[in-house]
């Protein structure tokens, strides 16, 4: 190497070079001290035209380090940094069993496999943009693949006078999947920032499809009685958990992981202290959703807690029967435990067609119970309470349209609060 004017940069040349060569390019070297892990941590990058140009950008290096940007660890991956975070993540306890389910799948299945081996400093935006329209891209062409193979076998079959296979097709990865897989990641670089791994959050500058909440359409008052009515008839053994569903707005898992302890027939009330959740591994019992959803409690209307009772007197009658242990969970089946998340949704589907009513999830028994709630006038501060929001907004913007002639009333109530002589038609 040949010394030149600039401190820290060298012309790469032999020594059998002339002394103004111009076939060997300039590099820059620097020393930054030692680094979080006791080693010496040298920059060295070579390829510039000039002995100008590398002095220039070994300033922007020595200016990077002194302002406290400079990567505490520049070769780290994006992988390895990922990795890092979601163990932290756990060892934390700061995720939620579902949430820590969701982040593993996307760092497993997009994250890492396609972004893990660029270095976490060298990630720009258009990276993470270029990942988000490749996923969307992939996905269809597999979805379109396979509704090809569908129709071939539905004609195929037809033809040979036999059920036509199903064949698997992919889910799609549309507006909402990309915001979700973006907030995952924005989190984890977020942290890196934190850590002084990177100075900026490159995801902050990709483009991304806001996450909007979808419109739901639940049943009408009028069906769901319907319903009810319908379950009645029939005995259903789950037809005390769609009627507290309904009435109460409690979500999937809490009402599975419901207990005796936690509720009182007498007083009319139930506390929601936990929700059963399947993580694919099996069923674990955690806390609910939201930190304003633990320990909350929820009044009932005579008739939900009735039912329970009844409820509560049947399960005893039956275990003295069978010489069964009381598991203490509200909601179970016949051998005692509670029941499975998949299962009462499923049966709830299977129960809604039964009963002639059109589709609906069993999700949407929660918006019912939030709309009804609205239209007869509860305050919004106290359907969020009951229903475990964060923020009364997630209620507002979620429910305050679902049923029709809630609009209305408010017009007309504001209407009425305008003083007048004449009535407004007179001439």
Same mark, same amino acid.
């Given at each position: 190497?040949?010394?030149? $004017?600039?401190?820290?940069?060298?012309?790469?040349?032999?020594?059998?070079?002339?002394?103004?060569?111009?076939?060997?390019?300039?590099?820059?070297?620097?020393?930054?001290?030692?680094?979080?892990?006791?080693?010496?941590?040298?920059?060295?990058?070579?390829?510039?035209?000039?002995?100008?140009?590398?002095?220039?950008?070994?300033?922007?290096?020595?200016?990077?380090?002194?302002?406290?940007?400079?990567?505490?660890?520049?070769?780290?991956?994006?992988?390895?940094?990922?990795?890092?975070?979601?163990?932290?993540?756990?060892?934390?306890?700061?995720?939620?069993?579902?949430?820590?389910?969701?982040?593993?799948?996307?760092?497993?299945?997009?994250?890492?496999?396609?972004?893990?081996?660029?270095?976490?400093?060298?990630?720009?935006? +258009?990276?993470?943009?270029?990942?988000?329209?490749?996923?969307?891209?992939?996905?269809?062409?597999?979805?379109?693949?396979?509704?090809?193979?569908?129709?071939?076998?539905?004609?195929?079959?037809?033809?040979?006078?036999?059920?036509?296979?199903?064949?698997?097709?992919?889910?799609?990865?549309?507006?909402?999947?990309?915001?979700?897989?973006?907030?995952?990641?924005?989190?984890?670089?977020?942290?890196?920032?934190?850590?002084?791994?990177?100075?900026?959050?490159?995801?902050?500058?990709?483009?991304?499809?806001?996450?909007?909440?979808?419109?739901?359409?639940?049943?009408?008052?009028?069906?769901?009685?319907?319903?009810?009515?319908?379950?009645?008839?029939?005995?259903?053994?789950?037809?005390?958990?769609?009627?507290?569903?309904?009435?109460?707005?409690?979500?999937?898992?809490?009402?599975?992981?419901?207990?005796?302890?936690?509720?009182? +027939?007498?007083?009319?009330?139930?506390?929601?202290?936990?929700?059963?959740?399947?993580?694919?591994?099996?069923?674990?019992?955690?806390?609910?959703?939201?930190?304003?959803?633990?320990?909350?409690?929820?009044?009932?209307?005579?008739?939900?807690?009735?039912?329970?009772?009844?409820?509560?007197?049947?399960?005893?009658?039956?275990?003295?029967?069978?010489?069964?242990?009381?598991?203490?969970?509200?909601?179970?089946?016949?051998?005692?435990?509670?029941?499975?998340?998949?299962?009462?949704?499923?049966?709830?589907?299977?129960?809604?067609?039964?009963?002639?009513?059109?589709?609906?999830?069993?999700?949407?028994?929660?918006?019912?119970?939030?709309?009804?709630?609205?239209?007869?006038?509860?305050?919004?501060?106290?359907?969020?309470?009951?229903?475990?929001?964060?923020?009364?907004?997630?209620?507002?913007?979620?429910?305050?349209?679902?049923?029709?002639?809630?609009? $209305?009333?408010?017009?007309?109530?504001?209407? $009425?609060?305008?003083?007048?002589?004449?009535?407004?038609?007179?001439?």
């Amino acid at each position: 190497m040949r010394k030149t $004017r600039f401190v820290g940069v060298f012309q790469r040349c032999p020594s059998e070079c002339a002394a103004r060569c111009r076939g060997h390019g300039f590099c820059y070297y620097v020393e930054l001290g030692r680094g979080p892990d006791g080693r010496r941590r040298q920059v060295t990058k070579a390829g510039y035209a000039s002995a100008a140009d590398a002095a220039a950008a070994r300033a922007k290096v020595v200016d990077t380090y002194r302002a406290g940007r400079w990567p505490a660890h520049p070769s780290m991956t994006v992988g390895e940094w990922l990795q890092r975070w979601f163990a932290a993540k756990i060892t934390a306890g700061a995720l939620r069993p579902t949430t820590a389910r969701c982040y593993r799948q996307q760092l497993n299945d997009y994250l890492i496999p396609r972004l893990g081996s660029v270095r976490l400093s060298r990630l720009r935006a +258009t990276d993470i943009t270029t990942l988000y329209a490749a996923i969307v891209a992939e996905r269809t062409k597999a979805i379109e693949s396979a509704d090809r193979l569908q129709e071939r076998e539905n004609a195929e079959a037809v033809a040979a006078g036999r059920t036509p296979r199903r064949i698997d097709r992919p889910r799609s990865f549309g507006r909402t999947s990309v915001a979700r897989l973006h907030g995952t990641l924005h989190a984890a670089l977020n942290a890196a920032v934190r850590a002084g791994e990177i100075p900026t959050n490159p995801a902050r500058y990709a483009e991304a499809p806001r996450r909007t909440r979808a419109k739901v359409r639940p049943w009408s008052p009028q069906e769901y009685g319907a319903f009810l009515d319908y379950l009645q008839d029939t005995h259903d053994p789950m037809a005390a958990l769609f009627r507290v569903a309904g009435h109460t707005g409690l979500r999937r898992g809490e009402l599975c992981g419901l207990r005796w302890e936690d509720v009182d +027939t007498q007083r009319r009330v139930l506390v929601v202290r936990r929700q059963i959740l399947d993580i694919g591994a099996g069923l674990t019992v955690g806390k609910p959703k939201t930190r304003s959803g633990e320990d909350r409690i929820v009044d009932l209307d005579r008739g939900t807690a009735r039912i329970l009772h009844l409820l509560r007197l049947r399960q005893r009658r039956d275990q003295l029967a069978a010489g069964t242990q009381d598991s203490g969970y509200v909601f179970t089946g016949p051998d005692g435990r509670p029941w499975h998340p998949a299962t009462v949704s499923h049966r709830f589907r299977r129960l809604a067609t039964q009963a002639g009513l059109r589709r609906c999830r069993f999700h949407d028994l929660r918006h019912l119970s939030a709309s009804l709630q609205l239209a007869a006038g509860v305050d919004i501060a106290i359907v969020s309470k009951r229903l475990g929001h964060s923020t009364y907004t997630i209620t507002a913007d979620t429910y305050c349209h679902l049923l029709p002639g809630v609009g $209305r009333a408010a017009a007309e109530a504001a209407a $009425r609060m305008v003083p007048r002589r004449k009535h407004p038609n007179a001439a």
